[in-house]
């Protein structure tokens, strides 16, 4: 049974950093098409950033050059580094696996597996 397991948010004031863990129990494609997520209060879910299974990232316009998408194989594991915080980046922040979903553009119908959540508040 695939499980992720995302960690580490919380609350931060404005301009600082946090770093989001996401741990994958059950799924040995993590070196594969993985992305997060994330759910503002009244708005739809959007992606954030991505990573596919050459390695290549990719961001969202809203935080590109501010978070950093990364993986650690060994430990099956994706992580969010998340610096220079604004107020508009508080959220519900999801990670999201498939090993498919590369081939359909990362759209979040084709992920298959997602985590519970973290909430991550930035206050200003």
């Known amino acids: 049974q695939v499980q992720l397991v995302e960690s580490a948010g919380g609350s931060v004031q404005a301009g600082g950093s946090l770093r989001l863990p996401c741990a994958a129990s059950?799924?040995?494609?993590?070196?594969?098409?993985m992305g997060w997520f994330r759910q503002a209060p009244g708005k739809e879910r959007e992606e954030a950033a991505r990573i596919d299974r050459f390695g290549n990232t990719r961001y969202a316009d809203s935080v590109k050059g501010r978070f950093t998408i990364s993986q650690d194989n060994l430990k099956n594991t994706l992580y969010l580094q998340m610096n220079s915080l604004k107020p508009e980046d508080t959220a519900m922040y999801y990670c999201?696996?498939?090993?498919?979903?590369?081939?359909?553009?990362?759209?979040?119908?084709?992920?298959?597996?997602w985590g519970q959540g973290t909430q991550v508040t930035v206050s200003s």
């Open positions: 059950g799924y040995t494609h993590t070196s594969d098409c």
């Open positions: 999201a696996a498939d090993p498919h979903a590369c081939d359909y553009g990362f759209i979040q119908a084709a992920f298959r597996f």
